[in-house]
């Protein structure tokens, strides 16, 4: 599919309702492999390597700020001929996807956020300037795509316990890193986070009607779990599963309760008690 002049891979499976599932930021939709077998007995569930990333075209040109990737999502929405949908986002993808049902409430019947970016959470509030600072991110670019340690290193980080981890799952995340523009495309999206979280609490507001589950594990790293509560508290009709002794990517590390939480709750069967 062409989303604003870039090709942009996109996985389809299954029948029933659209639901739309959003990768974080240096993910792609091998994220989901776990998920979507499971979700396709009861949705058709759409994939996509968002422009930047995965098996998608990179563009040096691209706006990367939150409300320019919300509108791509929705003219993938419109291209793939969804009026409207579940919509699933992990981490930036969770941002990602409240900001998008902000643009357009009309198209978003549900909200699944699993540890998304938030504007509560002080994770990343130091690790982003650093980054983003005129030495260090020349540096950064140079040594990322090839300094193998530094790439385990980052993905270990998001880990409540690696050893749940299965095979190829490490290697499956870094092979997309290897294309040339992929390390810019992650930092022109954190150029413009706190930005981005400004407009986000903002336009919360606006999607607080929207049934939501948010999914967390209570050992992650990357989005404060305390950060939880306060999202939640944002919504009208939300409920909150935090998973003991997980980290950040709950779909790798846990991914038979995950994907059973998901399916329940797209089910209208998921309790509403809250998990901590």
Not at 34 to 50: E, R
Not at 215 to 239: M, T, Y
Request: proline residues 7%; positive net charge; aromatic residues 6%.
């Amino acid at each position: 599919m062409n989303i604003d002049g870039l090709n942009c891979r996109y996985q389809r499976a299954g029948s029933g309702s659209p639901l739309i599932l959003v990768h974080g930021l240096m993910g792609h939709s091998f994220s989901w492999r776990h998920a979507i077998p499971i979700l396709a007995a009861q949705a058709t569930v759409h994939a996509l390597d968002l422009p930047g990333t995965g098996l998608s075209d990179r563009s040096p040109d691209l706006d990367c700020s939150l409300t320019a990737s919300a509108k791509r999502l929705l003219r993938f929405m419109d291209q793939a001929g969804i009026a409207s949908c579940d919509l699933l986002g992990t981490s930036h993808g969770g941002a990602l996807a409240m900001r998008a049902a902000a643009l357009a409430p009309q198209r978003v019947r549900r909200l699944v956020l699993v540890a998304p970016a938030n504007p509560w959470s002080a994770h990343g509030r130091f690790l982003i300037p650093f980054l983003t600072h005129p030495i260090v991110e020349p540096v950064f670019l140079r040594l990322a795509p090839r300094v193998r340690p530094l790439q385990e290193l980052f993905f270990r980080r998001l880990l409540g316990d690696a050893r749940r981890i299965r095979a190829g799952t490490l290697e499956g995340y870094l092979a997309p890193m290897r294309t040339r523009g992929s390390f810019e495309y992650g930092l022109s999206v954190i150029r413009t986070w706190k930005q981005d979280m400004r407009e986000l609490e903002a336009a919360i507001p606006r999607i607080a009607h929207i049934p939501t589950l948010l999914i967390w594990g209570d050992r992650d790293a990357a989005v404060e779990p305390a950060s939880a509560n306060r999202l939640k508290a944002q919504f009208h009709n939300c409920r909150l599963l935090m998973l003991e002794g997980v980290g950040h990517l709950p779909y790798e590390e846990v991914p038979e309760e995950f994907n059973r939480a998901v399916a329940l709750y797209l089910s209208n069967e998921l309790g509403t008690g809250v998990v901590l």
